[in-house]
């Protein structure tokens, strides 16, 4: 089945490729989260619609264009995140006729993956740098890789790592930011299928001495954001051997512009996963010297009413109060909302906390 593809006029589509087209991120409720371990069950709780395959992919580099063969190479993949955590999971499923990854070379099969999470657009690698004086060196450890993030995986990745990063900052592979599993059963220059499973954490700043000045994107219901892939199809060592480059975006340079990616949806939870009315709320210190709180409503569902047990002995009826304690302490504090669906009520106990 075809994923679903809506036409969309937002502006921060205007600086991606195949303007018009929105992919979705299907969120995986807190308690399913996908169990890296190149399996495809944790998946099938993600509507049909959610999967990309080779009819969304040109081929831009031998001039196939959408002239596929699925008994050449047939390619599925899904992408999915949980909200609270700043990761991308994706599940790669692929059949092909020559699978090339036993020699330690860089031209193997390989899924290549670009992300670009704030939408700062624009050049991700040196070679592409605005600023073509600046030494190479300097363009490589400053800009590659840093706004926006090139994984080159192997499929499949015996003895070595799973992925080259095309940029500065090979940490950004390994845990805590990045985990991958394969699952498959045959031998390179053999014929099967793959499975893929891994996650990644985007980054709108990732410097090359390591995370601790990185800035990870936060993943947030409803954003869009950028990102593409390509699939890099050989059939062994030499030129005549390179099958296509079939990418999402249509646009070869993908790969090191953040421009040419494609927009992608974080999505909400699937109506199956949600109660028709749920209490949730959030909270923030305004002013500790004056011990003033605000208070964020996070409810979801049709809510015709709010009320709000501060633990001090006031309370409010407004959606987003904002409340001053008379006194320091660690209070239990209460959201109960109404609405046609019935009542809900979500409580923090002892989180507020003035002095």
């Not at 990745?157 to 990045?178: C, E, F, T, V």
Request: glycine fraction near 8%; charged fraction near 25%.
């Amino acid at each position: 089945m075809r994923p679903l593809i809506s036409v969309c006029l937002a502006l921060p589509l205007l600086a991606l490729e195949r303007p018009g087209v929105e992919f979705k991120i299907f969120q995986f409720p807190a308690d399913r989260i996908p169990t890296i371990d190149g399996q495809t069950k944790d998946w099938d709780i993600a509507p049909a619609s959610y999967a990309i395959g080779m009819d969304q992919l040109k081929e831009t580099v031998k001039g196939l264009g959408f002239k596929y063969d699925k008994t050449d190479l047939d390619v599925r993949v899904r992408v999915g995140w949980v909200r609270g955590l700043n990761r991308l999971y994706f599940l790669y499923e692929a059949s092909d006729n020559y699978w090339d990854f036993e020699p330690a070379r860089r031209n193997n099969d390989i899924f290549e993956v670009v992300v670009d999470g704030d939408l700062s657009g624009g050049p991700l690698i040196s070679a592409m740098h605005p600023f073509s004086t600046m030494d190479k060196g300097d363009a490589f450890f400053s800009f590659h890789g840093v706004h926006a993030q090139n994984y080159h995986i192997f499929t499949p990745a015996p003895n070595r790592d799973w992925a080259m990063i095309w940029g500065s900052q090979s940490w950004i592979k390994h845990l805590p930011y990045a985990n991958a599993a394969y699952s498959y059963n045959f031998k390179h220059g053999q014929s099967g299928r793959l499975v893929l499973e891994f996650w990644i954490t985007p980054f709108d700043y990732a410097p090359f001495d390591g995370p601790a000045r990185a800035v990870e994107t936060k993943l947030e219901e409803n954003k869009l954001i950028g990102l593409s892939w390509a699939v890099l199809d050989y059939d062994g060592p030499n030129e005549s051997d390179y099958r296509g480059f079939w990418n999402l975006s249509h646009k070869t340079t993908m790969y090191g512009n953040a421009s040419d990616l494609v927009a992608f949806r974080l999505m909400p939870p699937d109506p199956r996963f949600r109660k028709p009315l749920e209490a949730h709320w959030s909270f923030q210190i305004v002013d500790m010297s004056r011990r003033l709180v605000g208070f964020r409503d996070e409810s979801h569902g049709q809510i015709t009413a709010w009320r709000w047990d501060f633990g001090d002995g006031l309370s409010s009826t407004d959606q987003h109060p904002i409340h001053r304690y008379e006194k320091p302490g660690e209070y239990v504090v209460r959201l109960s909302v109404e609405g046609p669906a019935g009542k809900s009520d979500w409580t923090k106990v002892r989180d507020v906390a003035v002095r």
